[in-house]
């Protein structure tokens, strides 16, 4: 993997890329904020950018302020987005076209703290697999169409890229069985990529439902969390996941 310092990331035609971003503290050193998670979201190079455009008009009619990068801590955050802002954030990630996936550790779960990362890296690629699989099942992607190629495009994290590149270098994907190499690149937080947005709005949410959970005990859902990963039916539960590793 290699850091991407252009804002022009060439995607050849049918490509299933993975945009994907991070929330938390990799140790778990964080008593508010128990939490390490990645998500992101999950597109084919055909569809990118009709996507790309729905989510920019939203931003730049919703989110006028906002010069550069939308930061979902800073301009999503679920406790002051407003509601018709919220509702066209959620109304530009409708596409069900988009697959979305996530991949939670807390403070509970059973691990070595220094395996960590590679546990968190190895599920995420485990659901990788499956968001591919889900694709290819309602024809999203053609997978035996040559060539099938995979992109994974990580948010540049100073603290993160050496180990996650460690763990994804010579990745290789189970699809129905069949191996797909997968190449990847990282992308760094200044460029306001439409995709690593909105990977950044899914992990913030994913994040965000499990501190809840932790704190309130109870199994009830965020609004945001609601509608992104519950409020769905086939075909789209299909390419929808999120594992909470315990």
Not at 33 to 59: D, L, N, S, Y
Not at 179 to 192: H, L, N, Y
Request: proline share 5%.
């Amino acid at each position: 993997m290699t850091e991407q310092p252009m804002e022009l990331l060439e995607i050849p035609a049918h490509t299933l890329v993975f945009y994907v971003d991070d929330s938390g503290d990799e140790r778990l050193n964080d008593q508010n904020h128990p939490i390490f998670a990645f998500g992101g979201v999950a597109c084919v190079t055909e569809f990118h950018i009709e996507m790309a455009r729905t989510w920019q008009a939203m931003k730049s009619v919703t989110f006028k302020q906002i010069k550069g990068r939308l930061h979902a801590k800073t301009h999503l955050r679920e406790s002051k987005l407003q509601d018709h802002k919220r509702a066209a954030v959620l109304s530009a990630m409708a596409d069900r076209r988009l697959g979305r996936f996530g991949t939670i550790i807390t403070s509970s779960t059973v691990v070595r703290m220094d395996r960590i990362v590679q546990i968190a890296c190895l599920t995420l690629a485990n659901r990788l697999s499956t968001i591919a699989a889900g694709m290819v099942q309602i024809g999203l992607w053609d997978a035996e169409r040559s060539p099938p190629e995979v992109i994974l495009v990580f948010e540049h994290s100073s603290r993160l890229a050496s180990q996650i590149e460690q763990h994804f270098t010579n990745l290789a994907i189970d699809v129905n069985g069949h191996p797909f190499p997968v190449s990847g690149c990282f992308i760094p937080k200044s460029v306001a990529n439409p995709f690593l947005e909105m990977a950044d709005f899914v992990v913030n949410t994913i994040a965000r439902n499990v501190k809840h959970q932790l704190a309130w005990g109870c199994v009830a859902c965020t609004p945001n969390f609601q509608a992104l990963f519950r409020d769905v039916g086939p075909p789209l539960a299909d390419y929808l996941e999120v594992t909470n590793v315990i």
